[in-house]
């Protein structure tokens, strides 16, 4: 009974943690660009199939990305206007994520911190 009780308990466990950590949510971000100058703004990850859907909003400007990852990293594609670029960012404790990213065709990268704002980002859309 205690062994079935601890098996239980520790797939719980597991299966909790696996949920907390891949991306989806709602970020405060806070970044610098690559030019020195620093940002922030929000951003909202959700699950769309195998992809998540990622926008940043900063500023006056939205940035619309699709990323692809697991619960350890996660690496997007963005558009903003006429400006692309990629960005890619790992996990690191509490929920926080922490990446650099760049225009496309650019010699510099900027860095983003997201830290969590709440759990509620939609896994399906």
Do not use: C, H
């Amino acid at each position: 009974m205690i062994a079935k009780l601890v098996s239980i308990t520790a797939a719980v466990f597991l299966f909790a943690g696996a949920a907390i950590a891949d991306p989806v949510g709602r970020y405060t971000v806070r970044g610098t660009n690559p030019n020195g100058t620093a940002y922030s703004g929000t951003v909202r990850v959700t699950k769309t199939g195998d992809t998540y859907r990622v926008v940043w909003d900063v500023g006056n400007q939205t940035y619309t990305g699709t990323g692809i990852g697991n619960d350890d990293f996660i690496a997007v594609s963005y558009r903003a206007g006429n400006e692309t670029g990629i960005a890619l960012y790992g996990r690191k404790s509490n929920g926080v994520w922490e990446g650099v990213w760049a225009y496309a065709g650019s010699r510099d990268v900027g860095t983003d911190r997201w830290s969590p704002r709440d759990r509620g980002g939609n896994r399906n859309s």
